[in-house]
């Protein structure tokens, strides 16, 4: 795929209209941006990046967000595995599942972020690049922004521009998630270690104090990265050097990355204030367990979309967005959070139901990325089990 940087648009003094304007160009953004245009509202999607640009993610497409994305993975899919590899480093234990479809497929986040942005573009939406957020007033029915470049008004605002979000700090949010340290790193290596571990992504549970690291092996190179849901006192990189001598990745042709972070609980004060709702990483919706956000950013997107529409572009649609995301998502986290901590913060009890029901476990995991079981009904009845 040729990736062409979509061109600045012309900068003028006047202010533009626009009925939704979604900040940030992520799954999420995109998701939001590409329904309301469907359903004819005039729609703008502002984003402070040239893209397409490189986000720091693993890019690990589980099942259940494959298949909300439809066909739009064609073209840009590095590789795609039905079997997946999970590990309790210290304990050698070693699970694997499997299945008849790909339970993750692997792309690279400039790719799949440009894609999405492309069809929210031809189904009607305006894409301002190089354009950031700097202030914003909140009238109760009309929104004014300023951006880096050109300024901006509107009825609906969603602030989809991920785990820093400005929008949610302009409209007065106090910070009540929980954010995960990650690293990730895109790494070349020789052609030997490459076949050696690119045969199926791997998970390494408790590599590091309260987290894991993981590969996934794309089409030509790995994507490492690590996360912990408490910052490790040595540092994540010490971890990193570590992890990557550990699975004998040692020959490094090239390789390129940074530090992010995941929010893996979502917001205690709400998802929306008046007009403007916040959607994925800004409303904090990864999954607690394991960090995987896309779904979840799609799948808020098209709340949030749909909830505009369903209020007949009323003040009633933070309220329904609201509702439905705890309905649709909210319970969910809920238990994984609980789960999460169970998982990493007891080293005693991990190994317990590791040796025990290790297997079992990580059949759920898959059945809940494959988008066949969901978190509360299941969960909550296999903890009962072990508790
Ligand atoms: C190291 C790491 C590995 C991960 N691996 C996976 C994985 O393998 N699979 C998975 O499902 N999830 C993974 N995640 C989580 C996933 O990346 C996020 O949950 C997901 O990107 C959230 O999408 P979003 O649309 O909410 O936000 P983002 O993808 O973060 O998009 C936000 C956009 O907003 C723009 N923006 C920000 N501020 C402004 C502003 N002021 N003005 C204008 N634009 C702005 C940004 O430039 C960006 O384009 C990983 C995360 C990390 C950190």
């Given at each position: ?13 006047k202010?533009?209209?626009?009925d ?19 359903h004819?509202f ?22 259940k ?7 739009r ?5 590095e590789?795609e595995?039905?079997?997946v590899e ?7 234990l ?6 008849n ?10 790719k799949?972020?440009?894609c ?27 929104i004014t922004l300023?951006?880096?470049a ?10 989809a ?8 700090k ?5 910070e009540?998630r ?5 690293l ?5 290596t ?13 998970f ?7 987290g ?22 040595k540092g ?6 570590n ?23 979502p917001?205690?004060n709400?998802?929306?204030k ?5 959607i ?13 956000g896309i ?7 098209k ?10 572009a009323s003040?009633?649609?933070g ?24 998982l990493?913060?007891?080293?005693w009890?991990?190994?317990k ?6 297997q ?19 969960l ?6 072990f508790?």
């Amino acid at each position: 795929m040729d990736l062409k940087y979509f061109e600045p648009k012309i900068l003028t003094p006047k202010i533009k209209k626009y009925d939704v304007i979604v900040i940030g160009s992520g799954p999420s953004g995109s998701t939001a941006a590409r329904i309301l245009a469907q359903h004819s509202f005039s729609v703008a999607i502002i984003e402070k990046c040239k893209i397409p640009r490189y986000k720091p993610c693993g890019g690990g497409i589980v099942w259940k967000a494959r298949k909300l994305l439809e066909n739009r993975l064609e073209g840009i899919i590095e590789n795609e595995f039905s079997n997946v590899e999970i590990n309790l480093f210290q304990q050698a234990l070693s699970f694997h599942v499997e299945r008849n479809f790909p339970l993750i497929t692997m792309v690279m986040r400039d790719k799949l972020d440009f894609c999405l942005t492309e069809v929210a573009i031809k189904a009607g939406a305006t894409l301002y690049t190089e354009h950031e957020v700097i202030s914003m007033i909140n009238n109760s029915n009309k929104i004014t922004l300023e951006t880096s470049a050109d300024k901006f008004e509107c009825k609906y605002l969603i602030g989809a521009d991920g785990v820093n979000s400005r929008i949610a700090k302009l409209a007065g949010w106090k910070e009540s998630r929980t954010v995960a340290p990650a690293l990730e790193y895109e790494i070349e290596t020789d052609t030997k270690t490459f076949n050696r571990l690119s045969y199926q992504p791997r998970f390494d549970i408790e590599y590091l104090p309260q987290g894991y690291a993981w590969v996934f092996p794309k089409k030509k190179h790995f994507s490492v990265g690590l996360m912990a849901i408490r910052a490790p006192a040595k540092g994540l990189h010490y971890y990193f050097q570590n992890y990557l001598a550990d699975i004998g990745i040692s020959n490094i042709i090239s390789q390129t990355g940074q530090g992010w972070f995941i929010p893996v609980s979502p917001r205690k004060n709400g998802f929306f204030k008046n007009n403007i709702m916040l959607i994925g990483d800004a409303a904090g919706l990864a999954d607690p367990v394991t960090g995987e956000g896309i779904t979840n950013a799609i799948l808020s997107g098209k709340i949030a979309a749909e909830a505009i529409i369903g209020s007949g572009a009323s003040n009633t649609a933070g309220g329904i967005y609201q509702d439905e995301l705890n309905t649709q998502m909210l319970k969910g986290l809920k238990t994984a959070r609980t789960l999460a901590k169970l998982l990493y913060l007891s080293k005693w009890l991990r190994k317990k139901v590791f040796e025990k029901h290790g297997q079992q476990l990580c059949e759920i995991v898959a059945d809940i990325f494959s988008g066949e079981k969901r978190y509360p009904i299941y969960l909550v009845r296999t903890l009962n089990k072990f508790f």
